[in-house]
């Protein structure tokens, strides 16, 4: 069967060959691709693979096409031109693009991956078999332009910083881009036949927007990297808190500062470790040009609960890095508003480390609460007063793992398991096998919702 991958960005096997930098991001992908070139004489699965590129490698075109070397073989990708820094914007010159591909590749199913991309809904109008397309939901647009601000002082919405102002880029303007992806979103799960997701709450979604596609659950696989390695209880530094992004509203960095006083009344020797940049210096003048509303506020927190030396930015991590600050860190904390079910979760479980997270969103789904670690309640609804409420039932939820070792070596060692059943790399390609010949063998739902019972 041939079969047609639609990403939003080059895997690391395709950017290396082509020139470019390889992104760490989407690494789940690119062990699924592995399986399946590993594989593909038992399947009969031929992969191709397109992606946007920059124009500065499409060579004067609209599409690039190249042969990649890959293990036991080789695969197509194409290059095409988007505008990937504006994905609320939707480009119609897409879809002659997409339908050049299809029309050279001639695939039995097109499979692409995230629901909130233009070039995602420019594929779902141009291919004609709409029974064979499959689009898998990451993200849920709709329901994050919601949660967009995770409770933030509504003054604090109102900021608007010169860095705002020059790139047009406030809050209510991110928040309005989430909307529009949103919109994008509905309409591509209108035209798809058919929707992988892996929880409750994206499988309620999709019916809602589209009763008559199969919906099929399909895990993902993690990053190899997160494979192997167990946390250990000696190897970490002490009350260390590890959160893996803070760049902006809906993953509530906020949340975990205003926690942060109850904690250290507590444990005064804990301090928060955030992945990626920083969104607080303020050092030099372009540091101070590029500081955002959200950044400001950060600061403000920084300073009113006087946390300098409590909370490290620790920039951009690469997988290894990302892995090692896991095993360094004594414990993991999703404070995000909303989440599906996040990565960075699923591979802290997967480190057997203990783990806080809001209970939002699909999160019950890939984490059970009391037994992987501990669930508090998050964000619920946009327009309540609740910031300091979640502050504190997250403080709450950190001291008490800490304060019961024996349970958290019990959580640690059910959220490993259960991680290691959920992000199983060969159970999770063989039920991609098994999505793909029940839509092309059997043209109705089948076992759609079918699912490995977890332990």
Same mark, same amino acid.
């Given at each position: ?24 991001? *989407?690494?789940?992908?690119? /062990? ?11 399947? #009969? ?41 504006? &994905? ?25 991956? #995230? ?11 141009? $291919? ?6 499959? =689009?898998?939901?990451? /993200? ?13 002082? *509504? ?37 798809? #036949? ?31 990297? $997160? ?18 992004? /803070? ?22 020797? &804990?301090? =928060? ?9 303020? /050092?030099? !003048? ?16 920084? &300073? ?21 600050? $896991? !095993?360094?860190?004594? !414990? $993991? ?61 997250? &403080?709450?939820? =950190? ?44 043209? *109705? ?11």
């Amino acid at each position: 069967m041939k079969i047609l991958w639609l990403c939003n960005m080059a895997l690391p096997v395709a950017a290396r060959q082509l020139g470019m930098e390889a992104s760490n991001k *989407e690494g789940w992908l690119s /062990g699924l691709a592995d399986m399946v070139w590993k594989n593909q004489e038992e399947s #009969g699965i031929v992969l191709s693979v397109a992606f946007p590129l920059p124009s500065g490698f499409l060579e004067g075109g609209d599409v690039r096409r190249e042969t990649i070397a890959v293990q036991g073989g080789s695969f197509c990708c194409y290059g095409f031109r988007e505008d990937v820094g504006h &994905a609320e914007k939707y480009d119609p010159a897409l879809e002659p693009v997409l339908k050049k591909i299809v029309n050279i590749e001639e695939p039995d199913l097109v499979h692409c991956f #995230g629901t909130e991309y233009p070039h995602t809904l420019a594929m779902c109008r141009v $291919f004609t078999r709409k029974d064979r397309i499959l =689009v898998g939901l990451q /993200g849920i647009c709709t329901l994050y332009a919601r949660a967009y601000y995770a409770d933030l002082p *509504e003054e604090v919405i109102r900021w608007v910083t010169l860095r705002d102002w020059l790139k047009r880029d406030t809050l209510r303007k991110q928040q309005e881009k989430f909307v529009r992806r949103g919109e994008t979103e509905r309409e591509i799960l209108s035209l798809a #036949g058919n929707v992988t997701g892996r929880t409750d709450w994206d499988r309620e979604f999709a019916r809602e927007c589209n009763p008559r596609a199969c919906y099929y659950h399909m895990n993902e696989t993690l990053r190899r990297e $997160f494979y192997g390695p167990v946390w250990q209880e000696g190897g970490c530094v002490p009350h260390s808190i590890f959160v893996s992004q /803070g760049d902006y509203p809906l993953k509530g960095l906020h949340y975990m500062l205003l926690a942060l006083p109850g904690i250290l009344e507590k444990y005064p020797d &804990a301090r =928060v470790y955030v992945a990626g940049g920083s969104l607080v210096e303020y /050092g030099t !003048l372009k540091q101070k040009l590029k500081l955002s509303a959200y950044g400001r506020y950060l600061r403000k927190l920084l &300073a009113r609960e006087d946390l300098w030396d409590r909370v490290v930015f620790l920039g951009r991590l690469d997988a290894e890095q990302m892995r090692d600050r $896991f !095993l360094e860190s004594s !414990l $993991f904390v999703c404070p995000s508003a909303l989440e599906n079910s996040p990565n960075s979760l699923g591979e802290a479980m997967l480190l057997g480390m203990p783990c806080v997270s809001a209970d939002v969103g699909g999160i019950p789904s890939i984490f059970t609460g009391e037994e992987d670690g501990i669930l508090y309640q998050g964000f619920r609804e946009p327009g309540g007063d609740r910031l300091m409420e979640i502050a504190g039932n997250l &403080a709450e939820a =950190v001291i008490r793992m800490w304060s019961s070792p024996e349970r958290m070596r019990t959580a640690c060692e059910n959220a490993r398991r259960h991680a290691g059943h959920t992000h199983h790399g060969e159970r999770n390609y063989r039920r991609l096998v098994e999505i793909y010949a029940q839509i092309l063998g059997e043209g *109705e739902c089948g076992h759609a919702d079918g699912q490995e019972e977890q332990p």
